[in-house]
């Protein structure tokens, strides 16, 4: 099964880095894009990438240690690189996740404009009518990414959004964080143990 995960730049890198984590250790073939902006919020939410001077690829493999994700069990693709496979419906993609989702993004995904590969492989997804979950992660919301939103939605595509529950006390972020992007694998039918199930 190849997955293809998009990060973001909204707050909220966690839920991207516990996402790679989950998915490696599930032992799928996964090609992970992390956006400009994403880095630029991974120096200020990640400790080991804190510093402002480090290049983009320190602060990625500092991302990547965090959440013991070795780049021998993910690819990653530059978020300009246009002509990766996954950019065509012809790369037979299982599944695609942008998670976190800006609104920057899900508005460009909503109005179908490509400008960079996480754009570009959402709009195929919904093109090819394969699954793509986005995870957005912004509050309060306007009317617009509400519209935005649905239209996503009424595209095929689902949204789910990073609003953790709490019926599984949580005791760190990570479980918090681990909610979320098990919610985001379910809807793929993906199975997972990431959270304790409501047993009523």
Not at 17 to 42: F, K, N, P, Q, W
Request: net charge negative; proline share 5%.
């Amino acid at each position: 099964m190849k997955i293809f995960v998009g990060i973001s730049g909204a707050s909220g890198s966690i839920y991207g880095g516990r996402l790679l984590l989950a998915l490696s250790r599930l032992e799928y073939e996964i090609t992970a894009c992390i956006s400009d902006g994403a880095v630029e919020v991974m120096r200020h939410e990640e400790p080991l990438a804190a510093d402002p001077l480090a290049s983009r690829e320190a602060v990625v493999d500092a991302f990547l240690a965090r959440y013991e994700v070795s780049e021998d069990e993910i690819t990653l693709a530059a978020p300009d690189d246009m002509a990766s496979a996954f950019a065509s419906g012809s790369s037979l993609a299982s599944a695609a996740i942008i998670c976190p989702c800006s609104m920057s993004t899900l508005a460009s995904i909503a109005a179908g404009i490509t400008r960079n590969l996480n754009q570009r492989v959402a709009d195929v997804m919904l093109k090819e009518s394969r699954p793509l979950v986005l995870v957005p992660r912004e509050t309060p919301l306007s009317e617009i990414h509400i519209r935005n939103m649905l239209t996503v939605k009424r595209a095929g595509g689902l949204v789910v959004p990073a609003m953790p529950g709490f019926y599984h006390h949580p005791e760190t972020v990570a479980d918090l964080a681990d909610f979320v992007v098990g919610k985001a694998l379910d809807v793929l039918r993906i199975q997972n143990e990431l959270f304790d199930r409501w047993k009523g």
